[in-house]
């Protein structure tokens, strides 16, 4: 079982509706959880990052957690074109809470149909 | 303007010859790390320091090395690359207070060993 789980999609969504991107992780303990957005041929770049149960909300974004069902959620609202590209999810494990280190998912390429 | 750089941004050798991908920051971070990436495994940490003279194994370490003499420059050297080394590398820093809060990728390296 991987410590980081994504589908790997492509995930088709019209453009102006709601996208879900779902990850879940394997160890409960995990304290931080991450979103990157990563473009063709570019490198991953942040765009959400939330520690406690429940909704953070930026912008179009909101990242959802839920620690008991361990699984950590991206919601784009109103998407739109620009945002076709893969979700990384990313996770700080309780093992490595003293240490500077994260566990990245293998992504979920989003496409934005116009 | 604050970024993350890395040379070559392409690289085609031969299997057994020794390459340097160099890798520097001007943002004055102290954490640096290196990751690959391949098809469907997502992002892999490689390696990581946490300050000059202070790294230590990711989770793909093997046939790679790394040093920290200065705070702003992380070299990764591949001592006698092998195909399997194929893929993407990224470089990242981060400043180490926030706990990964945010890294900064570099733009990638794609290495292909022959």
Known sequence: ?114 | EAQVTQNPRYLITVTGKKLTVTCSQNMNHEYMSWYRQDPGLGLRQIYYSMNVEVTDKGDVPEGYKVSRKEKRNFPLILESPSPNQTSLYFCASSPQGQGLVKQFFGPGTRLTVL
């Open chain 1, 1 to 114: 079982q991987k410590e980081v789980e994504q589908n790997s999609g492509p995930l088709s969504v019209p453009e102006g509706a709601i996208a879900s991107l779902n990850c879940t992780y394997s160890d409960r303990g995990s304290q931080s959880f991450f979103w990157y957005r990563q473009y063709s041929g570019k490198s991953p770049e942040l765009i959400m990052s939330i520690y406690s149960n429940g909704d953070k909300e930026d912008g179009r974004f909101t990242a959802q957690l839920n620690k008991a069902s361990q699984y950590v959620s991206l919601l784009i609202r109103d998407s739109q074109p620009s945002d076709s590209a893969t979700y990384l999810c990313a996770v700080k494990p309780l093992r490595y809470s003293s240490a500077s280190k994260i566990i990245f998912g293998s992504g979920t390429r989003l496409s934005i149909r116009p």
